[in-house]
């Protein structure tokens, strides 16, 4: 039980382009949605929390403009990438964590690897 | 905020030996602390965690120790066998809610 699914799984786009990528809890209500950012070598950082209906809430140096989050249900919540360049090739991860299941770890998705040219 | 400080970087041992990982905390109302194994391009997994009100936890192979006072915990494998080579990060965090990961640690175990 508590899978997290991620879609796309890889992504190779122009630059300026906007990359939308999906995050769904499969067999449980998410509460609190998580995305990171992992750069090669490096470890995952936090880039904003989102709770359903609520805006998300960003870490300190992500630009909320750039990096446009929606958690319209719980079960879904997405990270849109708009005008993507170069220095946001990354490797993106979501996570979440279920509701009224008493306290749970954080369940991670399996990544989003966005390559811009 | 938290600030999770993990060593060392790249860890190699033989097959059959012990690794060790550790990590310190600076928050010390943290009260859960994971480790993740990653592969590559993989999600992280988490393999082991601990809440303060605990000082050692194992699983077969695997164990986690805490030391409140000292705000430290460590990962401990033993008898590595070459599919342990990974990634491995440690978190804290005030419940569940948002993770503070270690840099991580490259473990290289060599049949």
């Known amino acids: 039980g508590a899978v997290v699914s991620q879609h796309p799984s890889w992504v190779i786009c122009k630059s300026g382009t906007s990359v939308k990528i999906e995050c769904r809890s499969l067999?449980?209500?998410?509460?609190?949605m998580f995305w990171y950012r992992q750069f090669p070598k490096q470890s995952l950082m936090l880039m904003a929390t989102?709770?359903?209906?609520?805006?998300?809430?960003?870490e300190q140096g992500v630009e909320k403009d750039k990096f446009l989050i929606n958690h319209a249900s719980l079960t879904l919540s997405t990270l849109t990438v708009t005008s993507a360049h170069p220095e946001d090739s990354s490797f993106y991860i979501c996570?979440?964590?279920?509701?009224?299941?008493?306290?749970?770890?954080?369940?991670f998705g399996d990544g989003t690897r966005l390559s811009i040219l | 905020g938290e600030n999770v400080e993990q060593h060392p970087s790249t860890l190699s041992v033989q097959e059959g030996d012990s690794a060790v990982i550790k990590c310190t905390y600076s928050?010390?109302?943290?009260?859960?602390f994971p480790w993740y194994k990653q592969e590559l391009g993989k999600r992280p997994q988490l393999i082991i965690d601990?809440?303060?009100?605990?000082g050692e936890k194992k699983d077969q192979r695997i164990a986690v120790t805490l030391n409140k006072t000292a705000k430290h915990f460590s990962l401990h494998i033993t008898e590595t066998q070459p599919e342990d080579s990974a990634v491995y990060f440690c978190?804290?965090?005030?419940?569940?809610?948002?993770?503070?990961f270690g840099k991580g640690t490259m473990l290289l175990v060599s049949p």
């Open positions: 601990i809440r303060s009100n605990v």
């Open positions: 996570s979440a964590t279920p509701k009224g299941m008493g306290n749970q770890p954080q369940h």
């Open positions: 928050d010390s109302a943290s009260n859960y």
């Open positions: 989102s709770n359903e209906g609520s805006k998300a809430t960003y």
């Open positions: 067999d449980f209500q998410a509460t609190t």
């Open positions: 978190a804290a965090s005030r419940g569940y809610s948002t993770l503070t």
